[in-house]
C-alpha cells in the first residue's frame, strides 16, 4: 500500500511541476507588432529606427560605396529614401522591388510597425 502511495503522489507531483509555466509575449509572438510602438503617435527616430537600420541596412547602404547605390546612414539618407517610397517597398517585400534586407528573411512584424509609424507620423529627427 505504502509503495502504491509514494507511486501517486510521485505522478501527482510531476503533474504539478508540468503545469507550472512562464512564457514570455515576446518570445512567444516574436512576429506580433503588439507593444511595438507606444501610442503617442511618434516613434524616436534615434531610439526606435536606427538600431533596426544599424543591424538591417547601414552594413550594406552607408559608406562611401553603398550598395546599389541606396545611400542611408543618416537621418537626411534615411528620410530622403523614405519620402521616395522605395524604404517601405523594399522591407515589405512589395512587388516590384528588390526584397531588403537581402539574403535574409523579412524584417518582423515589430521593426515593420516601427518603420511605418516612423514615415507615418512625418520621420521625425527625434
Given amino acids: 500500500m505504502s509503495r502504491f502511495l509514494i507511486v501517486l503522489l510521485a505522478c501527482g507531483l510531476m503533474a504539478g511541476i508540468q503545469s507550472c509555466y512562464y512564457d514570455k509575449e515576446q518570445l512567444l509572438y516574436a512576429n506580433s507588432s503588439a507593444g511595438c510602438t507606444d501610442s503617442t503617435g511618434t516613434v ?11 543591424n538591417l541596412c547601414y552594413n550594406c547602404h552607408a559608406g562611401n ?12 539618407s534615411d528620410k530622403a529614401i523614405a519620402l521616395n517610397g522605395k524604404l ?3 522591407i515589405d517585400h512589395a512587388s ?8 535574409t528573411s523579412k524584417m518582423t512584424d515589430c ?13 521625425l529627427n527625434n
Fill in 44 to 54: 524616436s527616430y534615434t531610439q526606435k529606427v536606427v538600431p533596426i537600420f544599424t
Fill in 111 to 123: 521593426q515593420l510597425a516601427v518603420i511605418r509609424k516612423w514615415i507615418n507620423s512625418g520621420m
Fill in 65 to 76: 560605396t553603398p550598395s546599389g547605390n541606396i545611400q542611408m546612414g543618416t537621418y537626411a
Fill in 88 to 90: 517601405w517597398g523594399s
Fill in 96 to 103: 516590384g522591388y528588390v526584397p531588403m534586407p537581402e539574403g
